[in-house]
C-alpha cells in the first residue's frame, strides 16, 4: 500500500533531476509514488526523469509555473501525505516514508519536514552567512520547507489550491501553529549552498521580495516585526566572537537583499520564477540521511 505521494515540479531541470528522481525512488513503488511535473520545459527534462526510475509518473504542463505545476501535482496524488520535493535537493524515498509514517501517527501535526543540510558553498562568504541563517528564528522555530514539505489529508483541506505565490513554502509554513508542525532532526535532505556571494545575494533577494508579497496579501500571515527577530539573533550571536565576522557577512546579505527585494517590487513588473544557476552543476551521487 502507497505510504506517500511525491510531487515534484520540474522547470529545465535537466542537470539535476536523475539525482533528485533516483534519490525519491529508493524504496519501491508501492510505498511511494512519485509524480513529476514538468513545466514550460525547453530542454530534456521529462526524458531525463522518465529514464531515471521506473514507476515516476510524468505530468506536463506548456506554462512554466511552479504554482500551477504544484496544483497539477496535487490534482494527481494517489495517498496522502503528500510531499512536494524540489528538483535541486535530494532526499531519500526512506527518508520520506519515514516522515509519512510519523505524521500520520502523530495526532496534531499536519505538515512536516525534514531536516535541511546545506552542503558548504566554496566562498567563505557564503559559508560565513549560513553559519549564522542558522541560529535565526525561522531556521530554529518549526522550520518548513526551503525545498521538502509534507501535508497530511488534512494539512492538504486546509492549504486547498495554491495561491499565485513565490514563497509557497513560507505560505504552507505559516498555514500551521508551531504546535502542527513536525520537524524531526533524525531525517535529513540536502540542498547546495549558492556558490558565490553574488549569487547567494541574488537568491535571498527574490526570497525577500516573496516573503514581502506574501504579507502583502495575506497579513494575517505575517510573522514578527524583523526587530524582534534581529535582537533574538544579536543575544545568540553576541557570546560566540567565532560568529562575529559571520554575523557582518549576514547583516551585509540581509540589508543588500531587502533593498533589492524593495526595488523589484516598486518596479511593478512582477516577481520572476528565476533560480541560482551556481547549484546547477553538482556531481552526482549525493544522498540525504534517514533514520539515525
Given amino acids: 500500500m502507497t505510504a506517500v505521494t511525491v510531487v515534484m515540479p520540474a522547470h529545465d531541470e535537466e542537470a539535476v533531476i536523475a539525482d533528485a528522481v533516483r534519490a525519491v525512488r529508493s524504496v519501491p513503488a508501492s510505498d511511494l509514488a512519485l509524480v513529476v511535473v514538468a513545466n514550460g520545459c525547453r530542454d530534456r527534462t521529462a526524458d531525463v526523469a522518465r529514464a531515471a526510475a521506473e514507476d515516476v509518473q510524468i505530468v506536463e504542463i506548456p506554462e512554466a509555473s511552479k504554482v500551477r505545476a504544484l496544483n497539477a501535482g496535487t490534482a ?4 496522502y501525505p503528500v510531499a512536494f520535493v524540489d528538483a535541486d535537493v535530494v532526499v531519500t524515498g526512506e527518508t520520506l516514508v519515514e516522515l509519512a509514517r510519523r505524521l500520520t501517527a502523530t495526532g496534531n501535526a499536519h505538515v512536516a519536514a525534514p531536516r535541511m543540510e546545506v552542503l558548504p558553498s566554496p566562498s567563505w562568504w557564503v559559508r560565513q552567512h549560513y553559519r549564522v541563517w542558522a541560529l535565526t528564528d525561522y531556521r530554529s522555530s518549526g522550520h518548513i520547507g526551503s525545498g521538502v514539505y509534507m501535508l497530511s489529508a488534512a494539512g492538504q483541506a486546509r492549504l486547498g489550491v495554491f495561491p499565485d505565490l513565490i514563497a ?4 504552507v509554513q505559516r498555514l500551521f501553529a508551531p504546535a502542527e508542525r513536525l520537524t524531526p532532526a ?7 549552498a549558492p556558490a558565490t556571494l553574488r549569487s547567494l545575494i541574488a537568491r535571498n533577494s527574490r526570497i ?6 506574501l504579507a502583502a496579501r495575506h497579513p494575517e500571515l505575517a510573522s514578527a516585526p524583523a526587530g ?8 545568540r550571536v ?35 520564477w528565476t533560480r541560482d544557476e551556481s547549484t546547477r552543476n553538482r556531481s ?3 544522498t540525504s540521511g534517514g533514520p539515525r
Fill in 228 to 235: 524582534i527577530g534581529a535582537r533574538a539573533l544579536i543575544r
Fill in 168 to 171: 509557497d513554502d513560507l505560505y
Fill in 76 to 79: 494527481n496524488v494517489r495517498a
Fill in 208 to 213: 525577500a521580495a516573496g516573503n514581502r508579497q
Fill in 284 to 286: 552526482s551521487g549525493l
Fill in 238 to 272: 553576541l557570546p560566540r566572537p567565532g560568529l562575529w565576522a559571520g554575523f557582518a557577512v549576514y547583516a551585509l546579505v540581509y540589508t543588500t537583499a531587502h533593498r533589492r527585494a524593495r526595488r523589484i517590487l516598486r518596479a511593478g513588473s512582477g516577481i520572476a
Fill in 186 to 192: 533524525d531525517l535529513s535532505f540536502t540542498v547546495r
